[in-house]
């Protein structure tokens, strides 16, 4: 049986991490947007997993994903999102994530973060369409 509840919670998580990226974009923390989007992605995929019932653990968004379209067919045309933001997860935050002496918020653009932006919000519509329809068939 599909868990509403521990899903739902999950998604508005996952909303309210995807309505921050507004704020960094706007003060030009690309590299930051960049990460909670990936977050985002991640907090909504963990909805249906955790709905219904499966394992849920780790940031490979890839991994999550395979697991999550087998929950819901909607999520299988997101590859191309899906892989955009799983590179989005440790680069963004480490000074050593990159080679030389740059840090990592300076190789991030507004284009990156408005793309990680646009991809997130796509994961995350489209998983709460799925968790939506799957609590309608749960009753």
């Known amino acids: 049986m599909f868990d509403c509840g521990e899903a739902v919670k999950w998604v508005r998580h996952a909303k309210y991490t995807l309505d921050s990226v507004v704020a960094d974009l706007e003060g030009g923390f690309y590299s930051w947007a960049c990460f909670k989007s990936h977050q985002a992605a991640g907090l909504a995929l963990k909805a249906l997993l955790r709905g219904s019932g499966v394992e849920s653990f ?20 997101l590859s191309d ?8 997860y440790i680069p963004p935050r480490y000074p050593d994530a990159w080679a030389g002496e740059t840090p990592p918020y300076e190789s991030y653009t507004r284009r990156d973060a408005e793309e990680s932006r646009r991809c997130a919000g796509l994961i995350v519509n489209s998983v709460e369409v799925c968790v939506r329809e799957l609590c309608e068939d749960t009753g």
């Open 58 to 77: 780790g940031h490979d968004l890839i991994s999550l994903w395979r697991r999550a379209s087998e929950v819901c067919e909607l999520l299988t045309d």
């Open 81 to 88: 999102c899906i892989t955009y933001l799983n590179k989005m």
